[in-house]
């Protein structure tokens, strides 16, 4: 049952390997715009996670990040005509200064106080939006974004997949190398005992928010993504289900780890697409499951069953 | 002038039912450590039962708060028992996500039992209003003041004066300690839980008839105790109690001399002062010296 490294870094490339052949196998818009939008949402899962599964804090205000960098990139382009290769990155830096600030503003008394802010923030840019008429068109939307367009080719749905594909790709490392650098072990330290922690120099406040910079910057990006490759943005990005998807996304699919808040955001982009047909009760589902999973699934899905496999791959050892 | 003693009154008026909520919440961030984020969807349920039982099935208003008031404290102790009893030994995170699980959960139920449009109940009294100078009172609204009033004595006497609100107030002070002199810790927990929920309920129902319902009122709902609590000191009742009156001027003079679309968004700028320039709440001197009755 042993594989040499190399065996084992070649198994691992296989999932991406997949992933990038998708387009050529599916030719179906439906299908792909669902991907793209599990996409959106793995950017979204996986940048919350860096919160809530990395340093244990909980940010509900996960929504209004991905809306101002929407609104950010969307008003760029409809205002000014600037187009997504600088509309995103504004959308990122402006997202990364205000986790900057409110970071800043409400890590020095911790928990709670994090939690009301960030769930106020999402309140807050719902109202500002609906009524500053004449800058966002208030709950009527931003109407003709410009799609995406690279030297001169306009993108098609196979285009916006690879261009979120790398997106999700990129983060993933990201967050892979965070949780394996002197930054991840400091997050951990902290998450589980952080005066110990700052006994041994880890400045915590700084690193919750560097942490929560990192976070609201990638929501900004994929809030960039979003209003360019819908091309219609509405005050709606702001409401709190959003985020309450994405923190169910997380703790289903098991926080602190890599995959899974991907698998999360997955199954959750692919549920209600089956699940149309009961759409009214989808909230009220997403409420028990995430009840539920609290109650009995703690870790959530990936590490769940890492341990299963994990065990019988001890079992096995055992026999062998 | 008159304008603004008219904005002044009306403040007041709402402010006391955001007292109760805030009463609510800070009782249960107090004694248990976690912030209630279901607490918006108690007080819905609160506008709805006293919907369903007195506009709906016409039963006597009084007889209606009542046995809402009770409804929503077994629905409180309920929920503790079954979904925050075996998160004691968890990070409070856990206990704040079931909360938040659970206020999706109310909400959508709601917006399936009772549908998505707002609905209004009746006034409590006949309408009239007679004015002193030139501010204008309504019989209704000094009803729903007086009756905010009468539970936050009630509540206070409640904590300050009988056998529960004392194991209340030493749970508060040192939660082992108390456990080891005999104090129910897990019956604290379920009593002040199910209690705060049903203060919340109060607040709706005092409202109810003031504005219309609907499922979804909840969310502002919770994120004005949250206001309230902050301004007040987290744990801190006689706080709260301020807190809501301050947030009820605020948001009525805000809404009358800035912006009235901006009416909700005055309490963020409360929360977000406060926790700038004085974390530990406006009434607080140095520490906090536990549950003021």
Redo the contacts between chains.
Sequence with gaps: MKMNKTTTKLLQTIPVLILLAVPVVVTNNYVLNVLIMAGIWTLLASSLNIM?GLV?Q?S?GHAAFYGIGAYISGLLSVRLGIPIWLGMPAAGLATTFLGYLIGK??F??R???F???T???G??MR?VT??WMSLTNGPLGLQGISPVKLFGVNFTYKHYYYFILLLVLLVSYIIWRIKNSRFGRAFIAMNENEPLANAVAIHSERFLVLAFMISTCIAGIAGSFYAHYVTFISPDLFL??NT?TI?VMV?VGGKGTVLGPIVGAIIFTLLPEWLRAID??R??I???I??FS??FM?RGIVPSFARIIKKKRGALHEYS | MTVFFQYLVNGIVIGGTYSLIGMGMTLIFGIMRIVNFAHGEFYMLGAYFLYTLWAILGLNPVLSMLFTFVLILFLGIGFEQLFLRPLRKESSTSSMLMTIGFSIVLQNAALLIWGGATQTVPTLVDLKTFSIGDVVFSTDRILVFLISLTIIIFTSLFIGRTKTGRSMRATFQDMEAAEVVGVNIERVYSITFGFGAALAAAGGFLLAPLFVISPTMGALATSKAFAVVTAGGLGNVRGAILGGLLLGVVESLGAGYIASGYKDAFGYLIIILVILFKPEGLMSRKRKKGVHA
Aim: proline share 0%; net charge positive; no cysteine.
């Design positions: 809530i244990g909980l509900m503003l409400t020095r008394v928990g709670s106080a939690v009301l802010v769930l106020g923030l309140e807050v109202l609906n009524n709190l289900s309450v923190v703790i009214n009760y909230m009220l997403y409420g028990l995430l009840m609290i109650l703690k």
